[in-house]
């Protein structure tokens, strides 16, 4: 069993900031990409950033310039510093792992269970 969870969500002022980390746990051989994606009331999952095993990035152009994905592969870890938040990025964050667990398997996907962030204005 593999789990991803996810912590620094909560509420903040618009123009504030915010820093996500998810972690991942039990039986893992390799991490792939990595990834938060986020869905607000009402609306489709949407990615917000990803990170690739060799820390190449690609955010989604509304978080440009605001938002920073990093990782530490080491501790199976993934970050997310969220700067100069706006109303609109309210939403619950999920984390996302390309994830193998064993030599025999391949990749799977798994989420995390998600973290609420609101911004006020």
């Known amino acids: 069993q593999v789990q991803l969870v996810e912590s620094g969500g909560g509420l903040v002022q618009a123009g504030g900031s915010l820093r996500l980390s998810c972690a991942a746990s039990?039986?893992?051989?390799?991490?792939?990409?990595m990834g938060w994606y986020r869905q607000a009331l009402g609306k489709q999952r949407e990615l917000v950033a990803v990170i690739t095993d060799g820390s190449a990035s690609n955010y989604a152009d509304s978080v440009k310039d605001r938002f920073t994905i990093s990782r530490d592969s080491a501790r199976h870890s993934v970050y997310l510093q969220m700067n100069s938040l706006k109303p609109e990025d309210t939403a619950v964050y999920y984390c996302?792992?390309?994830?193998?667990?064993?030599?025999?398997?391949?990749?799977?996907?798994?989420w995390g269970q998600g973290t609420r962030v609101t911004v006020s204005s």
């Open positions: 039990g039986s893992i051989v390799r991490i792939n990409s």
């Open positions: 996302n792992a390309d994830i193998r667990r064993s030599v025999l398997s391949g990749f799977s996907n798994n």
